[in-house]
């Protein structure tokens, strides 16, 4: 309790800074008691609100005021009106397959079967395609995948808004692959390094994926890297043979697949190997033989196992064509 100026007790009670209901001696009875803690929850209860903006007034007919029921300055009150608020989830929980706020979900009714209305991505991520497309291209080189591929996906959008690009269709290719790369790097540094043969096919997918030169050369160095640990040297000497200059950059692989002979330990090298492939799904990332029925998006080159997709949806990668 505080006392005044001269010391003395004055039996007051305070509560938050403002002066509650005076509580007399211990002799009053328990129905004063009760009065009195109700009275002070109330000012409890106003001093809160009126902390957060929700003051309230005693008399709707009040004339307003600038000083509140304790004497300070009141806060202008506020409405936060409920179509203003927008529920996102977190930056580092956003998948690729996850449309930014306001745009359609593949397969949502609303949306166009071939992308929908789609939303500006966050102006953060970049304002037009060759920007998202720059800020990805820094992301993926230091090795940022989550961010990156963000970015690139923002890149879509802005290339799908234009008819042009969309027929044109290269550019929009290129963002897909490098999403694509971003998810498979990704499950790669979540994979045990103990894991040989999981990382060699993992590593040989990105690998075999068309990007731009200096890129494509550090993933085929993380390819050969894994596959010697896997043993499958026929991967290897399939992918060094790909990159501009392989003597430069690969004389000793390539040599040391010439001694081993191209030998695979790992059976499914074979279908990675075989025309026209690797065949995998895009989700789960699972290698299978040339001949596997799989769904294949009538846009990009993705394709999925029938366990991991449906018929008939958008394509989750680059939310255009159909899974068909």
């Not at 071939?114 to 966050?122: E, N, S």
């Not at 390094?193 to 030169?213: M, N």
């Not at 690797?278 to 033989?289: I, L, N, Q, S």
Request: contains cysteine; glycine residues 8%.
């Amino acid at each position: 309790a505080d006392s005044d100026d001269s010391g003395d007790d004055d039996g007051t009670l305070q509560v938050f800074g403002a002066e509650a209901v005076g509580v007399a001696d211990d002799g009053g009875d328990a129905e004063n008691e009760d009065e009195i803690a109700k009275q002070q929850e109330e000012l409890r209860r106003k001093y809160l609100n009126s902390m957060a903006g929700m003051g309230e007034d005693d008399d709707a007919n009040a004339d307003d005021d600038d000083e509140d029921g304790f004497g300070r300055k009141k806060f202008k009150k506020f409405e936060i009106k409920k179509e203003a608020i927008v529920t996102q989830p977190a930056l580092d929980k956003i998948a690729i397959s996850m449309p930014f706020p306001g745009m359609p979900a593949a397969g949502d009714a609303g949306g166009d079967a071939k992308g929908g209305d789609d939303a500006p991505p966050p102006a953060y991520l970049g304002t037009s395609a060759p920007e998202c497309l720059k800020k990805g291209i820094e992301k993926f080189e230091r090795g940022k995948y989550e961010d990156a591929s963000r970015r690139f996906y923002a890149c879509l959008v802005y290339l799908k808004a234009d008819s042009t690009q969309v027929t044109k269709k290269t550019p929009l290719i290129q963002a897909v692959q490098y999403i694509l790369c971003c998810n498979v790097l990704k499950e790669m540094k979540g994979t045990d390094e103990d894991d040989a043969k999981t990382l060699a096919v993992l590593s040989y997918l990105v690998a075999k994926q068309p990007l731009q030169r200096k890129h494509q050369l550090q993933c085929v160095k993380k390819a050969v890297k894994a596959n010697l640990m896997a043993d499958n040297y026929g991967l290897i000497r399939d992918v060094v043979m790909q990159v501009e200059d392989p003597e430069e950059h690969f004389a000793d692989d390539l040599k040391t697949c010439d001694e081993m002979q191209d030998a695979n330990e790992m059976p499914i090298a074979e279908a990675l190997l075989t025309d026209g492939g690797p065949f995998f799904c895009w989700k789960t990332y699972e290698a299978f033989p040339p001949d596997t029925p799989l769904l294949k998006c009538t846009y990009c080159p993705a394709t999925f196992a029938f366990s991991a997709q449906d018929s008939g949806v958008q394509c989750s990668y680059c939310k255009y064509g159909i899974m068909e």
